[in-house]
């Protein structure tokens, strides 16, 4: 039985992850500012599909709280050359008896197009399955091929679509399934 395996508090020890250029640390209130930024950056709130403003004491919260959730890991990703934030990437929604989870990045505007996300991911992605995770998937939208290019370079396969799910700018936009799994290869 898989979900005896992995367990429900799986990421009690979130460890960092360090790759050649980036690290990923636990996300902690030590970032709160610059995640602040990151989340307001119009570009950001796009890519995401984030449309409610967002509110500093909820985003102070959310940080102080990160800790205590051991069936999710949340990391800052962070350059390693001078320290600064890059953005976050999270692993959640764990489904302990089909050893699934979700996978999702944000990256700062200043820092898309350079390889952190490739590296970030497959640091993530590496990890989830060397920890017992079966499948690891995501939700990336149709208008962002940039992305759904490093999640296939990282080993992850279209599964389907799902139509309509972000409303933007006046405009419908569907939403692409991808997963890989621990057998495939990366």
Request: glycine share 8%.
């Given at each position: ?71 999710r890991?949340?990391w ?43 590296e ?24 962002n ?42």
């Amino acid at each position: 039985m898989l979900g005896a395996v992995i367990g429900a508090e799986v990421f009690r020890d979130q460890p960092t992850l360090t790759g050649e250029r980036v690290r990923l640390e636990p996300l902690t209130p030590a970032v709160q500012e610059d995640y602040l930024t990151t989340l307001r950056d119009p570009e950001v709130r796009r890519l995401t599909g984030s449309h409610e403003a967002v509110d500093p004491d909820e985003v102070k919260w959310w940080l102080a709280t990160r800790q205590d959730h051991h069936d999710r890991a949340d990391w800052a990703a962070v350059r390693i050359a001078d320290g600064a934030f890059l953005g976050e990437a999270v692993i959640n929604m764990l489904d302990v008896d089909n050893a699934s989870a979700n996978y999702r990045i944000l990256l700062g505007s200043p820092y898309t197009d350079r390889g952190y996300g490739t590296e970030i991911t497959r640091l993530v992605v590496d990890y989830a399955l060397g920890v017992g995770l079966h499948r690891l998937s995501l939700g990336v939208y149709d208008f962002n091929p940039r992305a759904r290019r490093v999640y296939e370079k990282c080993g992850f396969v279209l599964e389907g679509r799902l139509r309509d799910t972000l409303h933007w700018d006046g405009q419908w936009h569907d939403e692409l399934v991808m997963s890989v799994l621990a057998g495939d290869p990366r």
